[in-house]
């Protein structure tokens, strides 16, 4: 609102349509997976989202955007999330099937508290640019890539859990 000068009802427009980008991505992925497995999504929305995010990192700090170009990445960020996160939600607790409600407790600890530390360091460095948002973006998508690169050399064995006749969850 500050960066774009935009009212809070523009604002509100603008928050439901990357609504639309992550719900819709999010149902999308339930299609996906009768074709592909949860880490071939999470590995391809990871190489998608790292390709966005560098370009919208160069974009930022070259100052070539403005409200529609930063609406357009945002939104093709979105999608890629609303792909890998209920993926990585999956296979993050398909180990876990004994102690579900714990394992997914501790899952959402952590991601609160992963989400407060990116909207503390937005807060703190976004002042008259987006760019200070895209490098934690960019951050945040490459750490993911390689959490899940180098987590892939320590899964020994592969772990299946039927949701279903048609569903199956595996590393």
């Given at each position: ?5 935009v ?19 999010s ?26 995010t560098?370009?919208?990192?160069i ?36 180990p ?27 807060g ?15 951050a ?5 890539f ?6 892939k ?19």
């Open positions: 609102m500050d960066i774009y000068y009212d809070a009802k523009t604002y509100g427009w603008i928050f439901a349509f990357m609504s639309i980008s992550f719900i819709g991505s149902q999308l992925n339930s299609l996906l997976l009768k074709k592909f497995s949860s880490e071939q999504m999470i590995f391809s929305a990871l190489i998608v989202q790292s390709v966005i560098i370009i919208f990192l974009l930022s700090l070259n100052n070539l955007l403005g409200l529609y170009e930063t609406i357009g990445m945002l939104f093709l960020f979105l999608a890629c999330l609303g792909i890998s996160n209920p993926n990585t939600a999956g296979l993050t607790m398909a876990f099937a004994k102690n579900a409600g714990s394992a997914s407790a501790l899952m959402g600890a952590i991601q609160l508290g992963l989400g407060a530390l990116a909207s503390f360091a937005v703190i460095f976004v002042k008259d640019s987006v760019a200070p948002m895209v490098v934690i973006m960019t945040t998508t490459i750490i993911a390689i959490v899940l690169n180098v987590g050399r320590f899964i020994t064995q592969k772990v299946e859990v039927a949701a279903g006749d048609d569903a199956v969850i595996g590393h």
